[in-house]
């Protein structure tokens, strides 16, 4: 079985501090992960995927075999960063294309 | 803002009745999928579809029924069996690659059902 968690409902930050959304994952095979955001009154969209490597809008996540972790982070917190954040699995095989995802993370930015 | 739409936005329903929500694609996409979205849960998967004529139970199908007899739609029943059917319900699309695993999902902007 595949399982994403993300421990913190609720993460609040000053603009221009460091913010890091936490997610951990347990699957037993290769897993591809992703973040998905949500800003208000938008839909849900890819933020970044794993395999890209790439940053996004100031944001980088890093997948952690090891630790079974893929936490999204970035340096200097935006107030356009506030949103909901979805950390998502993807495993493959029998599971096909489907995405497992976590609780979410309420990210606001203050000024 | 095309690509995924779904309707109606709101739907109300009376306890005992089934209801059925529509959700369109035009992104030529092999993959659909259904969610629901509730506070504090993240999104869970109702069912998807990889293939016309073809769908799979996700992790909460009981009490929901789909069909997918287009490529381009594929349609959620709630029906009276759904015990807590109040939800946000969200349909995604995406293409498959690399064998088996799906790619980018990309979102509607939801459906909101209330059972009055």
């Known amino acids: 079985a595949q399982r994403v968690t993300q421990p913190e409902k609720l993460l609040s930050v000053f603009k221009g501090a460091p913010v890091e959304l936490k997610c951990n994952y347990s699957y037993s095979g290769s897993p591809e992960l992703f973040w998905y955001v949500q800003y208000s009154r938008q839909r849900l969209q890819l933020l970044l995927r794993?395999?890209s490597r790439e940053s996004i809008k100031g944001f980088t996540a890093d997948l952690n075999k090891g630790e079974t972790s893929f936490h999204l982070k970035k340096p200097f917190a935006q107030e356009e960063d506030s949103a909901m954040y979805y950390c998502?699995?993807?495993?493959?095989?029998?599971?096909?294309?489907?995405?497992?995802f976590g609780e979410g993370t309420q990210l606001t930015v203050n000024p | 803002d095309g690509g995924i739409t779904q309707s109606p936005k709101y739907l109300f329903r009376k306890e005992g009745q089934n209801v059925t929500l529509s959700c369109e694609q035009n992104l030529n996409h092999d993959a659909m999928y259904w969610y629901r979205q509730d506070p504090g849960q993240g999104l869970r998967l109702i069912y998807y579809s990889q293939i016309v004529n073809d769908f799979q139970k996700g992790d909460i199908a009981e009490g929901y029924s789909v069909s997918r007899e287009k490529k381009e739609s594929f349609p959620l029943t709630v029906t009276s069996a759904q015990k807590n059917p109040t939800a946000f319900y969200l349909c995604?699309?995406?293409?498959?690659?690399?064998?088996?695993?799906?790619?980018?999902?990309?979102f509607g902007p939801g459906t909101r059902l209330t059972v009055l």
């Open positions: 998502a699995l993807s495993g493959g095989g029998t599971s096909g294309s489907r995405l497992t």
């Open positions: 794993h395999i």
């Open positions: 995604a699309s995406s293409i498959i690659d690399r064998g088996d695993r799906g790619g980018e999902q990309f």
